[in-house]
């Protein structure tokens, strides 16, 4: 088999399932509209969950097939593209101002998630067990989401910016349904060929499945968070761009790697946590820094800011190529 087949099943599965996941969310939100959920709750959960809906059937489908290898890659790569790729890049476009004190509360648990994976990667392996305190957490942060987003007060910034986004959406609950529906059957099947392709790709150059689950595929299905991002920063919705991308990371570190391994655990190699790890910790401790404000400074991500993301993000990527390369 040449490597033209596997090459083109990967271009057409990401093409499928950014489309595909683009039709889920927009269903998605709409039914939560017509069954009466709060703004907060959909900027919180239908809208930063649904666009990791791409990661979790990649991972999922990946570590069926025996490769969990790629479902942490792809997981982790997906943190390090969201923050330094797409955050990078949507602040150089327009500094994000951040108003939402949920945002604020939900970053130190984006932290305590992050070191929370660092301990699980200390003995080489993400056993069945671990991987479900990883889906108990989830279970917990949204059980506490629902209850804070019921609150008397409980409107914020990213209440208002997710309001005025559903007031320009008039889909019926009807046909919210459908492409909820339809989206997912797409995704299911886009991720299927996906994953096919991005492991034949891996066994004919010789590449670990973790290294293209890291670039590739990450990057690939980090292009739904990209695309709600700019739509989102077009309309000046600043809290709802940064409200994408942490609640898709902490969906990442906790449902998508907390599936795959209950599914197969997780054999994890020394440099996942030498060196990948280190980098996704790195990129979410500024956009802590920078996103809370230090020192009566105001939370932002500005130019500069984007621009040091991207820059790491640039550099991560071309330090992987270069070992496949080097290799």
Do not use: K
């Not at 500024?286 to 130019?303: D, E, Q, S, T």
Request: cysteine-free; overall charge neutral; glycine content about 10%.
């Amino acid at each position: 088999m040449t490597i033209w087949l596997p090459a083109a099943a990967v271009v057409v599965g990401l093409v499928i399932l950014v489309w595909s996941a683009e039709r889920f969310v927009d269903g998605a939100v709409a039914t939560s509209r017509h069954l009466g959920l709060s703004p907060l709750l959909i900027g919180m959960l239908v809208i930063g969950f649904g666009t990791s809906a791409p990661e979790l059937m990649v991972s999922a489908l990946s570590s069926l097939q025996g490769s969990p290898g790629l479902a942490l890659g792809n997981a982790y790569g997906s943190n390090i593209a969201n923050i330094g790729l797409i955050l990078g890049l949507v602040a150089l476009m327009s500094p994000l101002a951040v108003h939402s004190q949920v945002l604020r509360q939900e970053l130190p648990i984006l932290g305590a998630v992050t070191l929370l994976a660092a301990w699980q990667l200390r003995d080489g392996v993400i056993t069945a067990v671990e991987a479900g305190v990883l889906l108990a957490a989830l279970a917990l942060f949204i059980g506490f989401s629902i209850w804070r987003s019921r609150q008397r007060g409980a409107e914020d910034a990213l209440a208002s910016d997710t309001a005025e986004s559903l007031e320009q959406q008039s889909m019926s609950l009807l046909r919210g349904l459908f492409w909820t529906l339809l989206g997912l059957a797409l995704l299911i099947v886009s991720s299927r060929i996906l994953v096919w392709g991005a492991v034949d790709i891996a066994a004919a150059f010789g590449v670990s499945d973790l290294i293209i689950g890291l670039t590739v595929v990450a990057v690939g299905t980090s292009l739904p968070e990209l695309a709600s991002s700019i739509s989102a920063l077009r309309r000046r919705e600043h809290d709802l761009v940064l409200g994408n991308v942490v609640g898709s990371n902490l969906f990442n570190t906790l449902a998508v790697v907390g599936l795959a391994g209950v599914i197969t655990p997780i054999e994890v190699g020394s440099e996942v946590l030498a060196r990948d790890w280190w980098v996704m910790a790195l990129m979410t401790g500024l956009l802590a820094l920078f996103a809370m404000g230090w020192r009566g400074r105001p939370g932002r991500i500005n130019r500069y800011e984007g621009a040091t993301l991207l820059a790491l993000f640039v550099a991560y990527t071309g330090y992987l190529v270069n070992s496949v390369i080097a290799a």
